[in-house]
Protein backbone atom coordinates (compact mmCIF):
# COMPACT_ATOMS: atom_id res chain seq x y z
CA UNK A 1 0.00 0.00 0.00
CA UNK A 2 0.87 3.56 -0.67
CA UNK A 3 1.95 5.48 2.55
CA UNK A 4 1.59 9.27 2.85
CA UNK A 5 3.75 11.19 5.31
CA UNK A 6 2.97 14.56 6.03
CA UNK A 7 5.04 17.68 7.46
CA UNK A 8 5.19 19.40 9.89
CA UNK A 9 2.77 17.29 12.37
CA UNK A 10 2.22 21.21 13.26
CA UNK A 11 2.65 24.03 13.02
CA UNK A 12 2.08 27.92 14.41
CA UNK A 13 1.10 31.05 11.87
CA UNK A 14 -0.25 34.68 12.44
CA UNK A 15 -3.10 36.18 10.03
CA UNK A 16 -1.39 36.72 6.96
CA UNK A 17 1.86 34.67 6.92
CA UNK A 18 2.22 32.19 4.00
CA UNK A 19 2.16 28.61 5.34
CA UNK A 20 3.54 25.53 3.12
CA UNK A 21 2.44 22.15 4.26
CA UNK A 22 4.14 18.59 2.69
CA UNK A 23 3.09 15.21 1.97
CA UNK A 24 5.26 12.79 0.45
CA UNK A 25 4.01 9.76 -1.11
CA UNK A 26 5.94 6.21 -0.56
CA UNK A 27 5.86 5.34 -4.04
CA UNK A 28 4.63 7.14 -7.39
CA UNK A 29 0.95 8.48 -7.56
CA UNK A 30 1.11 10.73 -10.75
CA UNK A 31 -0.99 13.72 -9.81
CA UNK A 32 -3.22 11.70 -7.87
CA UNK A 33 -3.14 13.82 -4.68
CA UNK A 34 -6.15 15.07 -2.51
CA UNK A 35 -6.21 18.28 -0.13
CA UNK A 36 -8.62 18.81 2.93
CA UNK A 37 -9.45 20.82 5.70
CA UNK A 38 -10.92 19.91 8.72
CA UNK A 39 -12.04 22.17 11.82
CA UNK A 40 -12.83 20.62 15.19
CA UNK A 41 -16.19 18.51 15.46
CA UNK A 42 -16.67 18.68 11.14
CA UNK A 43 -16.12 16.68 8.79
CA UNK A 44 -13.10 17.31 6.17
CA UNK A 45 -13.91 19.57 3.31
CA UNK A 46 -12.01 19.19 -0.22
CA UNK A 47 -9.56 21.85 -1.21
CA UNK A 48 -7.37 21.03 -4.05
CA UNK A 49 -7.68 17.50 -6.37
CA UNK A 50 -5.18 16.28 -8.42
CA UNK A 51 -2.50 17.68 -6.64
CA UNK A 52 -3.06 21.35 -8.06
CA UNK A 53 -7.12 21.95 -8.79
CA UNK A 54 -8.95 24.16 -6.83
CA UNK A 55 -12.42 23.01 -5.80
CA UNK A 56 -15.02 25.36 -6.61
CA UNK A 57 -15.84 27.57 -4.08
CA UNK A 58 -12.25 27.39 -2.19
CA UNK A 59 -10.78 30.53 -2.23
CA UNK A 60 -7.67 31.25 -4.19
CA UNK A 61 -5.29 31.97 -1.39
CA UNK A 62 -4.98 27.97 -0.96
CA UNK A 63 -2.74 26.33 -4.10
CA UNK A 64 -1.27 23.08 -4.69
CA UNK A 65 1.63 21.64 -6.39
CA UNK A 66 3.46 18.52 -7.11
CA UNK A 67 7.19 17.67 -7.52
CA UNK A 68 7.33 13.63 -8.11
CA UNK A 69 6.04 12.20 -5.17
CA UNK A 70 6.29 15.20 -3.17
CA UNK A 71 3.00 17.24 -3.07
CA UNK A 72 2.70 20.79 -1.44
CA UNK A 73 -0.19 22.80 -0.23
CA UNK A 74 0.35 26.54 0.41
CA UNK A 75 -1.86 29.36 1.52
CA UNK A 76 -0.97 32.51 0.35
CA UNK A 77 -1.86 35.04 3.29
CA UNK A 78 -3.26 33.32 6.78
CA UNK A 79 -6.90 34.10 7.14
CA UNK A 80 -8.54 33.34 10.68
CA UNK A 81 -10.88 31.08 9.50
CA UNK A 82 -8.14 28.86 8.31
CA UNK A 83 -6.40 27.56 11.40
CA UNK A 84 -7.74 24.14 11.36
CA UNK A 85 -5.97 20.33 10.18
CA UNK A 86 -5.17 19.85 6.73
CA UNK A 87 -5.05 16.23 5.56
CA UNK A 88 -3.63 15.26 2.69
CA UNK A 89 -4.92 12.21 0.43
CA UNK A 90 -3.64 9.52 -2.35
CA UNK A 91 -6.28 8.31 -5.10
CA UNK A 92 -3.59 6.41 -7.25
CA UNK A 93 -4.07 2.67 -5.00
CA UNK A 94 -6.18 2.22 -2.00
CA UNK A 95 -6.76 5.34 -0.70
CA UNK A 96 -5.22 6.92 2.23
CA UNK A 97 -4.52 10.00 4.17
CA UNK A 98 -1.57 11.56 5.35
CA UNK A 99 -1.20 11.78 9.29
CA UNK A 100 -2.82 15.72 9.51
CA UNK A 101 -1.04 18.99 10.09
CA UNK A 102 -2.70 21.37 12.74
CA UNK A 103 -2.32 24.86 11.72
CA UNK A 104 -2.70 26.93 14.92
CA UNK A 105 -2.35 30.27 16.19
CA UNK A 106 1.27 31.97 16.87
CA UNK B 1 -27.34 19.62 -4.00
CA UNK B 2 -25.03 16.17 -2.45
CA UNK B 3 -26.29 15.34 0.76
CA UNK B 4 -24.95 12.07 2.87
CA UNK B 5 -25.99 11.05 6.51
CA UNK B 6 -25.24 8.15 8.60
CA UNK B 7 -26.90 6.33 11.00
CA UNK B 8 -26.39 3.25 13.35
CA UNK B 9 -25.70 2.61 16.94
CA UNK B 10 -23.59 4.98 18.99
CA UNK B 11 -22.50 1.72 21.43
CA UNK B 12 -21.77 -1.69 20.23
CA UNK B 13 -20.01 -4.13 22.65
CA UNK B 14 -16.27 -5.80 22.14
CA UNK B 15 -16.73 -8.76 19.19
CA UNK B 16 -20.23 -7.82 18.14
CA UNK B 17 -20.77 -6.79 14.70
CA UNK B 18 -21.46 -3.26 13.66
CA UNK B 19 -23.84 -2.18 10.74
CA UNK B 20 -23.89 1.13 9.82
CA UNK B 21 -26.17 2.74 6.76
CA UNK B 22 -25.58 5.76 4.71
CA UNK B 23 -28.63 7.51 3.05
CA UNK B 24 -27.80 9.85 0.67
CA UNK B 25 -29.55 12.78 -1.86
CA UNK B 26 -28.82 14.52 -5.15
CA UNK B 27 -26.79 11.50 -6.76
CA UNK B 28 -27.62 8.33 -7.93
CA UNK B 29 -25.36 5.26 -7.03
CA UNK B 30 -26.98 3.48 -10.86
CA UNK B 31 -25.09 6.65 -12.78
CA UNK B 32 -21.79 5.76 -14.26
CA UNK B 33 -18.80 7.42 -12.59
CA UNK B 34 -20.36 7.11 -8.80
CA UNK B 35 -19.06 5.94 -6.15
CA UNK B 36 -19.71 5.90 -2.04
CA UNK B 37 -16.87 5.22 0.79
CA UNK B 38 -16.69 4.90 4.22
CA UNK B 39 -14.21 6.59 6.26
CA UNK B 40 -12.94 6.42 9.55
CA UNK B 41 -11.34 8.67 11.72
CA UNK B 42 -10.38 7.55 15.70
CA UNK B 43 -10.34 10.48 18.37
CA UNK B 44 -7.81 12.76 17.35
CA UNK B 45 -6.33 11.18 14.74
CA UNK B 46 -6.11 10.52 10.65
CA UNK B 47 -8.68 9.79 8.61
CA UNK B 48 -9.01 6.04 7.37
CA UNK B 49 -10.32 5.18 4.40
CA UNK B 50 -12.40 1.92 4.64
CA UNK B 51 -14.17 1.08 1.62
CA UNK B 52 -16.04 1.77 -1.56
CA UNK B 53 -18.64 0.45 -3.60
CA UNK B 54 -19.41 1.64 -7.03
CA UNK B 55 -22.13 2.09 -9.67
CA UNK B 56 -21.63 -1.23 -11.27
CA UNK B 57 -21.20 -2.94 -7.83
CA UNK B 58 -17.54 -3.48 -7.74
CA UNK B 59 -16.12 -3.20 -4.05
CA UNK B 60 -12.90 -2.38 -2.68
CA UNK B 61 -11.90 -2.91 0.79
CA UNK B 62 -9.12 -1.44 2.95
CA UNK B 63 -5.78 -4.17 2.60
CA UNK B 64 -5.89 -4.28 6.99
CA UNK B 65 -9.74 -4.62 7.54
CA UNK B 66 -11.16 -6.64 4.40
CA UNK B 67 -11.66 -9.52 6.23
CA UNK B 68 -13.74 -7.58 8.81
CA UNK B 69 -15.85 -5.01 6.23
CA UNK B 70 -18.46 -5.87 4.01
CA UNK B 71 -19.89 -2.81 1.96
CA UNK B 72 -23.67 -2.80 -0.25
CA UNK B 73 -25.93 -0.80 -1.93
CA UNK B 74 -29.95 -0.66 -2.22
CA UNK B 75 -30.07 1.66 -5.02
CA UNK B 76 -33.64 2.12 -5.14
CA UNK B 77 -33.28 3.75 -1.42
CA UNK B 78 -30.29 5.69 -2.51
CA UNK B 79 -28.73 3.68 0.18
CA UNK B 80 -24.93 2.31 1.43
CA UNK B 81 -24.61 -0.15 4.43
CA UNK B 82 -21.01 -1.01 5.69
CA UNK B 83 -21.02 -3.88 8.14
CA UNK B 84 -17.92 -4.37 10.39
CA UNK B 85 -17.42 -7.82 12.52
CA UNK B 86 -15.56 -8.37 15.47
CA UNK B 87 -15.87 -5.39 16.77
CA UNK B 88 -12.80 -3.87 19.49
CA UNK B 89 -12.13 -0.61 20.81
CA UNK B 90 -9.66 0.32 18.85
CA UNK B 91 -12.50 0.37 16.47
CA UNK B 92 -13.85 3.72 18.59
CA UNK B 93 -13.75 6.29 15.86
CA UNK B 94 -16.19 8.61 13.74
CA UNK B 95 -17.23 7.12 10.84
CA UNK B 96 -18.60 8.90 7.36
CA UNK B 97 -19.25 8.38 4.60
CA UNK B 98 -18.95 10.29 1.19
CA UNK B 99 -19.05 10.52 -2.22
CA UNK B 100 -16.21 9.29 -3.92
CA UNK B 101 -16.39 11.51 -7.19
CA UNK B 102 -14.84 10.66 -10.65
CA UNK B 103 -14.16 13.88 -12.23
CA UNK B 104 -13.95 12.75 -16.05
CA UNK B 105 -11.83 15.81 -16.96
CA UNK B 106 -8.66 14.94 -14.69
CA UNK B 107 -9.82 11.28 -14.24
CA UNK B 108 -9.11 10.69 -10.71
CA UNK B 109 -11.47 9.72 -8.02
CA UNK B 110 -11.46 12.59 -4.69
CA UNK B 111 -14.11 12.52 -1.75
CA UNK B 112 -16.04 15.78 -2.94
CA UNK B 113 -19.21 15.58 -0.73
CA UNK B 114 -19.31 14.30 3.24
CA UNK B 115 -21.91 13.06 6.05
CA UNK B 116 -21.54 14.57 9.32
CA UNK B 117 -20.48 11.51 10.86
CA UNK B 118 -21.52 9.64 13.40
CA UNK B 119 -19.22 8.17 16.61
CA UNK B 120 -19.21 4.76 17.25
CA UNK B 121 -17.96 3.89 20.64
CA UNK B 122 -16.84 0.19 21.45
CA UNK B 123 -17.01 -0.59 25.57
CA UNK B 124 -18.71 -3.22 27.38
Known amino acids: DVQMTQSPSSLSASVGDIVTISCRAS??????LNWYQQKPGKAPKLLIY???NLQSGVPSRFSGSASGTDFTLTISSLQPEDFATYYC????????FGQGTKVEVK | QVTLRESGPALVKPTQTLTLSCTFT??????????VSWIRQPPGKAPEWLAR???????YYSTSLKTRLTISKDTSKNQVVLTMTNMDPVDTATYYC????????????????WGQGTLVTVSS
Open chain 2, 53 to 59: IDWDDEK
Open chain 2, 98 to 113: ARDYFDRNVFQYYFDS
Open chain 2, 26 to 35: GFSLSTSGMC
Open chain 1, 27 to 32: QTISNH
Open chain 1, 89 to 96: QQSYTTWA
Open chain 1, 50 to 52: AAS
